[in-house]
């Protein structure tokens, strides 16, 4: 037994007897987040660090994360979620990394491992919180759910029967580009027309609300009085709560977007729950989705489908990926 | 052990050991199509018979083709591919019949396994189809195929690790009725506006060459000369190979339509390969497609995956139905 199989071991029986916690990471464009994960919650306060610029740098950050929480704790594996493509055998970048410049192909699990002598998991950070929202809403032997995250764009990560569902080539639950329009009305920042993300995404919303006030004036909403830039999506949901009509309109333009994306994912899936998360996710009315669902669907399959808020908030993807490196330790003492 | 399971042991040890075929039949709104399949091949002449008008009639009709077969062979089981949603536990079509009036909510495995004592399983025939087109490929092992049935309508099967995949409330699949328009522009069958099945099957290949040739003057397209309601699809794909530039915009237009459903099922499922079957499926100009497909999807995604012409033709729900029963008798005699 060489001794990285050794501290496998030991760690396992730490995991299995003394509940000791993974350490999740979400690297994101801005800031790297870290906690302490153990069953499905946070196990210490979360460490918040700036993104640094260049893949070395961000490798360098991750190594000087895991040391400092190493020194005060016993940690059985790390997990960590980031944006892009990620063949989790490899632990490496494959592609779409969208606001992490030059981190494709990197080689993270390789990098890691080689500093630390830890289990390193790396994962796509949509997949991770699909991971950990299925797992929190004890969906272990659900046939599927799909986390939708409505943030500035739209990530999506699917989970079969308790599992990833990853695709063929470590690419599945895209689903922020499905394509939802036929006529390339929409560019999307990936540089195809009309992907889902392009209407239903934070920064589809604000261009639905610029294209239905253009030209409208203040007389007929209070909302063509803020200047183009200055308009925000919270302004627009506040002013339809409060009974503006072009507000109204655009909130419910943006709704039916939402379903175009759900409606083509349940007649794929066929799913037990879509589970809505990020930081649009807020201003979903889901019994407006749940009644829209119905009606863009074939019988039977917009009723099945429960469309949740989901549970763990802007901590998902790192519960979700220090969650992931826990069962996998557990299952593989199994076997 | 009572006389069911008796015969379904000794019927396990023929399908094994001397390779006992089972009976897969097609039931279609107009005809019923039945034959013996061994090793994913027709292992008898098909007989065809018309579909009887009303659901005890069908049933009736199913029994007798069954009984006829007997009469001449040892079956091991029978496999039964129908429209519609179909509870395989219970062997009951509990919606989507389309164009079997009548026929939701029988409870066929039930009537039929009452009447002949051999295991009966029924499956949505899009569902079979998937089912042989994936193991007649040798997919056993891949992680997802998904077939894409083009004909008057458009239907669909998911293999995942050479399983079917029926999604939480037996409805997965339902490709056709993925929404791929945003402006309700065109009227599907099913009530819902722009299917991709409204757009890229038989019926929307025709809508399509009605619109782009209205108002064209038969100076501009030899096409304009026919009535609509005499102009075929064969006839336009016809004169696009024949140089005619409206019937080359009809069939580049219809191919447009293919991938953008194509495209949304790729980015969510990430598959290994696209099947496409059905009576349009030879209109399809496979390069043209894999170009528009890495066109319309992030890299990587539409580089990835095959589009290959389905290989088992109009016999594969059919075969598909027989080798899911064979199938099925085998893996439950290995546990």
Redesign the interface.
Known sequence: MNSADRHKESGLDQVLKTKMPALGIDLGGTKILAALVHDLKLASEPKRIPTPHGAAEILDALVGLIEDFQKDHLIAGVGIATAG?VNIETGQV???TGNLPGWEGTKIKKYIEGRIVLPVHVENDANTAAYGEAKAAGFEN???SITVTLGTGIG?G?V?GGKL??????????????????DN?RLCT?G?F?CWEA?ASGRGFRMTAQEVLSGVSPEHSQLAAIKADELTNEAVVDAATAGDIMAQKIVNTWHE?IC?GL???A??????CFFISGGMSKFVDYELIKELLVD??????GE??EVRPAALGLTAGLIGAGQLVLDELIASART
């Open positions: 493509i494959i592609g779409s659900k046939t599927c999506g699917i079969l569902y990853r695709g063929a080539h470590w690419a599945a639950g895209e689903i922020g580009h499905i394509r939802i329009g036929l009305r990936c195809l009309d209407y977007h175009s409606a083509g994912l007649h794929t899936l066929d799913p037990d863009r669907t074939l019988p039977r399959i099945s489908v």
